[in-house]
């Protein structure tokens, strides 16, 4: 249900879909549920493969299960690409509801830092999953 989609594409869908200022970047570009929801990858290797993820959802299929299904199958692929740890990077205004989203999916809160984000500093709070061992209930 995922597949890789050109940079341009993943750039234009993450504006698109409520991202106004999300930067002219190099990423992994990927959609889900025939454009319902788009992710960036940002790959890093200290030392394993760990992944930052954005997401980005269609605004007319904005629904909390929608994103979960999604970022479940992400999981899964990301496991069978040998990606030892997920972060996910959270702020904005929605930032109860991923979060909750987030444990519920497995992911731990690590930590709360500033970060710029359309030119201003604001909290992020980073959440991490590790892939390896994984910890989530029920598997």
Known sequence: MIKRIERR????L?????LEDWPDMDADYRSWGNGMCVFGLFEHDWPNRVV????????????Q???MMAVEDLIKE???????????????????VICGMAK????????????PQAGKMVDI???RLPLKGDN????
């Open 9 to 12: 594409e993943g750039i234009k």
């Open 14 to 18: 993450m504006r698109e879909y409520g």
């Open 52 to 63: 930052d993820i954005h997401m980005a959802v269609r605004p007319d299929v904005r629904k």
């Open 65 to 67: 299960y929608i994103g």
């Open 78 to 96: 990301c496991k069978l690409e040998g990606i030892s740890e997920m972060r996910a990077l959270i702020t904005g205004p929605y930032t109860f």
């Open 104 to 115: 519920k999916l497995g992911f731990k809160f690590k930590r709360v830092f500033q970060g």
């Open 125 to 127: 709070i980073d959440m």
């Open 136 to 139: 989530r209930k029920g598997e």
